[in-house]
């Protein structure tokens, strides 16, 4: 079974910096995607960036990148150029790349992130 | 892209009663999902919503706690059965499309609570 886990259920930053939020999974697949959800008060998830195992370079995505450690099992997100409507609780997600589980997604914990003015 | 929608949005229900959420889909979808968010906590599967067949359940969950329909592509149904206040939990469908499994689209949920 796959697990993940965010180890800041909360963080800070103030409007216009960077923050990164830390992510580690573990899993004996090889073939896997993880994922970056952003739950603001109004519950709706939205996908925020999105990475193949299979692929070495970091994703990213406008004000969003990941930082993917492959061997340290590590998938950390920073978001450059915080902004107010960053407020919510982020998710790091795994989902296996084939198989009965594919399209199953295992959530970490969350980390509660708040942006100051 | 898909959206998906989700009725009712909230509701207050007394122990011992069963629920009915409703999940809609503007397209179809190959694979739909159904996830408990408890209060403050991270999501948690359900079950897979198979089109025309029984539900398959993760562990934790059984389907007569939790009977799931699924009639089409674009629609599914989570019945919570026989709530106690643990019940209490915001309930999310997902779906994602053939091809693109790596996409998931979530709907704004149901928040329960059980009194």
């Not at chain 1, 580690?24 to 995607?33: G, P, R, V, W």
């Not at chain 1, 099992?73 to 978001?79: D, E, G, P, T, V």
């Not at chain 2, 694979?31 to 359940?57: C, D, H, K, V």
């Not at chain 2, 206040?85 to 949920?109: A, K, M, V």
């Amino acid at each position: 079974a796959q697990t993940v886990t965010q180890s800041q259920p909360e963080m800070s930053v103030q409007e216009a910096e960077t923050v990164t939020l830390s992510c580690t999974y573990d899993t004996s697949e090889s073939n896997y995607y993880l994922f970056w959800y952003k739950q603001p008060p109004s519950r709706q998830m939205i996908l925020v960036i999105r990475q193949e195992a299979y692929k070495q370079q970091n994703a990213t995505e406008n004000r969003f990148s990941v930082n993917f450690q492959k061997a340290a099992k590590s998938f950390s997100l920073k978001i450059s150029d915080s902004q107010l409507g960053d407020t919510a609780m982020y998710f790091c997600a795994f989902m296996k790349g084939g198989g009965t589980s594919y399209g199953k997604l295992t959530f970490g914990q969350g980390t509660i992130l708040t942006v100051h003015p | 892209s898909a959206v998906i929608s989700q009725k009712p949005s909230r509701d207050i229900c007394q122990r011992g009663t069963s629920l009915t959420i409703q999940c809609q889909v503007d397209s179809q979808v190959t694979m739909m999902f159904w996830y408990r968010q408890q209060p403050g906590q991270s999501l948690t599967l359900i079950a897979t919503a198979n089109q025309g067949s029984e539900a398959t359940y993760e562990s934790g969950f059984v389907i007569d706690k939790f009977p799931i329909s699924r009639p089409n592509l674009t629609f599914s149904t989570l019945t919570v059965s026989n709530m106690s206040p643990e019940d209490s939990s915001i309930y999310l469908c997902s779906g994602s499309t053939s091809g693109n499994y790596n996409e998931q689209f979530f709907g704004p949920g149901t928040r329960l609570t059980v009194l």
